[in-house]
Each structure stands twice: as structure tokens, then as C-alpha cells.
DNA sequence: TTGTACGCGTTATCAC
DNA sequence: GTGATAACGCGTACAA
């Protein structure tokens, strides 16, 4: 591995100079520069990141922990992060906690030793010290998919509860009066906060809530599954279901089938997430897009403004979500 | 944020010996020890990756460079390198070069500088000019779901041949004889060689390979939808199908779904990759599970050997499928 | 336009 | 058991 004085030696000329080339700088004869170019591909020399991040302070590459990356929101999302990301010269390291809120605490002090420039973080639950002492480090910090309400660092959010009410009142409009709804509970903020828009919809149309439509598990097929099964034991049934996450409205439709029901003809669905998935159920799923890879890219514009920034900026982005309608759903007569 | 000297101003205490108990060294003495926990402790304090790096030549980063982040075969091997990477104490950077050979090109240079200590790749189409660089630089490498049978890359792999050999089979030893074959062509080496196994699977039968049944496209719905139509609209079209990919399965189904028959009444499927949407699709689609989560964790076993090793090992890895039966294949009278 | 010398934060070597 | 000090590879004043 050659270093920048392997270079100027070859070219006949200071390290300085080199460096000047190295990083496009005014005032370096072109003669100069040719030869140095030269003894570059030459050498097949690339500078190091590491000696030039401990000089400048930057290093160029952005942290982004998440719990799971098997989560199948993840890649989208990532996707964004990266090209947004790579756009301003920007690489990124990722970390997986498996939930494990000590690798998380972990994973963030291996990014403090200025090895990344900020971090963005989707935790489940946050863990609210590092994060405070990451905010008292001044350290650029944006978290995603979490509102900040209690705490004070830069979010980019859903609109949960307007699109529990979007998919709700599209249930709604299709005629169904009888509408369950599937969610996630407990530290999934996204579950509660959609059913809060589930909630909203309904009272604004004068249905009144039933607490026995209503279903709580966790993001997976099998959750779902079995939240629609009891639902389909009710004594009445509901007509349409909401369902906050693709992935469960993936196993609602098993215990839907199971049952030896047809979707739409004996029970509408509506999910959440507009994962790749989503599309090939059969009868295709209408959702509620989230426009992750907008979200991702938003993240790093953000995550830079508060690399850039003095003061933490402690900004809040919401992005609205839309409804895409597919086969899922019937119109009631 | 504070230094190493920070903490030793605030000890009363020497650079070195400060720098020892942040390694773990011996000789030093409990009581200083305890101070210097204490100064670190107190200003928050954690080691700058970049210096250390600098000094040790090695960033205990490895650097993991993909074509397409979305591809959904893509998180459970993530997942496998980065937990296995985690065992050791590494930590993952990821690049997604959205199929670009330039960006190829600019990932793998980015790492070079010391930055990453190893990288592990996954191109479509190998960079061999690239490739060959790295290997003359004696720059630890491994190659993942491509063999290296020009190439002299450490590489691990899958055995697409037998994969493909045990789904044609499978399907034949159902009384199937009239098989399709929907596969990738040109650059995917995958599909190509699944392909071979299709062919032999149907040569050991003494079955005639027919040109007609077999359509190549490329590893999305959309592309296996279109061949599936086409085998459909076959005079004698197939009564079962190896689909080299549960994307294009997907999509298969949709064409079947559009021309009014069923699966697998009308037409078998078996499908290869056993994605979490092979779940997912109505009826339960056979498929080929590939181990993906094992695979990474096996490239990143070989890569830290690459590294540890003075010379390039020029290891080869293979791993074997494993056949998953749903609902999708049905046995012929 | 080009070169010299210093500092970035850490570890390792060698004295003490 | 502890402390100076020289690297590591680079960028940047400042001098030439």
C-alpha cells in the first residue's frame, strides 16, 4: 500500500503538492499535476480515509442502526439513505441490534470515536439515556420513524394517525360499517398511533368504537394470523379490516382462506406499508404507501444539516402516506 | 469531544499508561487503573477509531458491496455477515451500486485506503479489471454467489447445478415430463447454471430437452410473468415449471391467474431461493431454500481467514440447497 | 508555484 | 509500574 510520499518521491516532487492534486486545489502547474497524476495510476495509489479523517475531523461516512434489518421496510429505506448519502460524498455503515438494546449501546459509542460524522437510528424503543447523552455530546443524531415528543432530537416521522384514518375512512366510504382493525401494540408507537386515526375515522362518521374488532400483536405473518382468526370466531364478524402492517395482513389472508372465506367477496383488507409483498397476494393487497425511499433521503438531508449545524437543529419532518387501491376491498351495497 | 490526553491530564497520569488500561494490558496498577476509569468515565470518553486505525492499520471495518440493496435475497445474508462480523468484533459498511460498474469502481477504491480491512462482494457481472487490482494488491477479497472458475478470488457459492437438478427432478419424479424452465440468461451465472442442472435432470430421465419450454428473462415479476404467458400460449404447454427465481414465480403466477387456470391443478410451480414472499403466495410456492443467513456468516469466516493469511488463500466454498415442499406442485396421475 | 514543518489521536518501544 | 517519544498518513499554515 503506498502513502502520499511514495508518490511525491516517484513524481520528484513535495508531499504538498501532491496533496494539493489529491484534493482538486487552485495554483499547481499543470505539468506538475500530469506527472503526479502519473505516479497515481502508477502506484495504484487511494489516500487513506483514516489518516485524513484524523486531520480534517470528518469521516465521511454516516452511522445507521436499526433493530432488525430483516424488517421488510428495511431496504427501501436503506436505499435512500445510501444514494442520498452517496450524492455528497457520503458512505454508510449500518448496524443490526437484533433488538438487543445493548448492542445498541455498544453500536453507538463504536461510532462516537469520530468514525462517523452522525448517525441515524430507527430503534423500537429508544434508548432514551445515549440518547440524551449523544444530544449533550452535541453529537448529530436524527432518528427515524419515532416522534420525538418527549425527547429533543431531529425526527423524520410518519403521519401515523392520518393514514389509520385515510385507510379507515376508505373502508368507510366503500360502505363497510362493521370495520375491525389489526395493529401492533405496547412500544410499537406506528401500531398505536394507527389506530388512533382508526379511532378518529370512525367517530367521525358516527360509528361507534367496539373494543372486540380490535386486535393487537406484532409485526409478523403469524400475529396476523392469528388476530384474524379471532376476529373471524366474533359472533359478528366485521366486514373489512384494517390491518397496520403488510407483513400481518399477509397472514390475515391465511386464516381468511383457512376459514374458506374470499377476499373481497366475504371480508375486505386493507394494510399498511405497500411492501413489495403486498402486490402479489392474491387478490392484491390495497395499502398505504410510506414513500420510504423519500424517507431516506430526507434522513440524510437532515442528518447533514445537523452535521453542518452549530447548535442542534432538533427539526421534526412528517411525511404524509398514500393510499394505493388494489383488489382487496369491495364496494358494500 | 476529549482525547486520550484529556484523560490523562485529568488522572495525573502519562498518555502510555492510560493507553494501557484502555487495552486491556497488564502491568499496571490497580489503584492508577481505577482513576483513569474514573477520568474516563467522567468526560464521557471513548477512543478515536480513525487514530487507532491510523497506527494499527487496521479499522476492523469490512466493507460489503452489493448491486441492488433491494434485492430480497439480500437481508438474510446481510444479516448473517453483519452478526457474524459482530463475533469479531467488526463492524459492516455497506455499498449498493445500483448495478453501475462505475460505482463499482469508486466503492471498491473508497475502501482501499485502509479504510476497510476486507471486503466482501457480490456483483452481478464480475469488474475482473478490479478484481485483478486487488488482487495484486494482496487486498483481502471474497466473492459471494459467484464461482471463480476464471477468477482466483476466494469465493463462496452456491451449487446451482444440483439446485437445479433437484427441483427438475423433484418435478419428475411427480410424473411430470412436460417441464418448463423460466430462468435468467446472459450475465446471471445463477440462472445459467440452474439452468444445466434443469438439463440434466431431464438427460438422466432420458427426457428431451425441448427448446419451446424454456424462456430466460431477468429476476423480477414482471419478467416472469411475461414467460409465464408465453409457455401458456405454447400448443402443448407444460404441465409443471422450474422458475429459477421466486421474483419470476411470483410473476408466473400472475399470468397463470390471468389466463383462468390454477395451480397446481392445472400447471405445477417450484420455485428457487425460498424468499419470505414464497410464503406468501396462494398456493404456498415449493421452492429451493439456499441457507443465505449461513452463507454470510461463512463469507465473512473465509474473509477473516483471507485477512489473517499472509498469501491469498484462494478458498472455494459450496454450499448445497435444500428443496422445501409447499403446495405448489401437485402429483400427476 | 512549490516545499517545510507541525499536528490530528493513538499505540509501541524503550528507558527509567 | 510508569513516562517520553517516535511513528502511522495526511492536510495546511507559512515560508521560500
Known amino acids: 500500500m503506498s502513502t502520499i510520499r511514495d508518490i511525491a518521491r516517484k513524481a520528484q516532487i513535495s508531499v504538498s503538492t501532491v496533496s494539493r492534486v489529491l484534493n482538486n486545489k487552485p495554483d499547481v502547474n499543470p505539468i506538475t499535476k500530469n506527472k503526479i497524476e502519473q505516479a497515481i495510476k502508477e502506484l495504484n495509489y487511494s489516500p487513506s480515509n483514516l489518516a485524513r479523517g484524523l486531520v480534517l475531523k470528518k469521516s465521511n461516512i454516516i452511522g445507521f442502526i436499526v433493530p432488525d434489518i430483516t424488517n421488510p421496510s428495511f431496504p427501501e429505506l436503506a436505499r435512500g439513505i445510501i444514494i442520498r448519502a452517496r450524492v455528497y460524498g457520503y458512505s454508510v455503515m449500518f448496524f443490526d441490534t437484533d433488538h438487543d438494546s445493548q448492542v445498541e449501546k455498544e453500536a453507538i459509542n463504536l461510532m462516537q470515536g469520530k468514525q462517523v460524522d452522525g448517525i441515524i437510528l430507527s430503534f423500537d424503543e429508544a434508548n432514551r439515556d445515549e440518547l440524551e447523552k449523544l444530544k449533550k455530546k452535541q453529537f448529530p443524531v436524527v432518528q427515524i420513524y ?188
Open 146 to 333: 419515532r416522534k420525538s415528543s418527549e425527547s429533543t432530537i431531529s425526527t423524520i416521522a410518519l403521519d401515523n394517525i392520518s393514514a389509520g384514518v385515510m385507510a379507515t375512512r376508505f373502508l368507510i366510504d366503500k360502505g363497510h360499517r362493521k370495520i375491525g382493525l389489526i395493529t401492533t401494540g405496547k412500544h410499537a408507537q406506528s401500531g398505536y398511533e394507527r389506530q388512533k386515526g382508526y379511532r378518529k375515522a370512525l367517530e367521525d362518521s358516527g360509528i361507534p368504537f367496539d373494543k372486540k374488532l380490535v386486535c393487537t400483536g406484532t409485526n409478523n405473518p403469524d400475529s396476523g394470523r392469528a388476530c384474524m382468526k379471532g376476529l373471524l370466531e366474533l359472533e359478528y364478524p366485521p366486514t373489512a379490516v384494517f390491518v397496520s402492517h403488510d407483513m400481518m395482513a399477509a397472514g390475515s389472508y391465511d386464516a381468511i382462506y383457512e376459514k374458506g372465506l374470499s377476499i373481497p367477496d366475504d371480508i375486505s383488507i386493507i394494510g399498511h406499508d405497500n411492501l413489495v409483498i403486498s402486490r402479489h397476494l392474491r387478490p392484491k393487497l390495497t395499502t398505504i404507501d410510506t414513500h420510504k425511499s423519500n424517507l431516506g433521503q430526507e434522513a440524510v438531508n437532515l442528518l447533514l444539516e445537523e452535521i453542518r449545524a452549530i447548535e442542534p437543529l432538533n427539526k421534526e419532518v412528517i411525511f404524509q402516506a398514500d393510499l394505493v387501491e388494489r383488489e382487496s376491498v369491495r364496494q358494500l351495497v
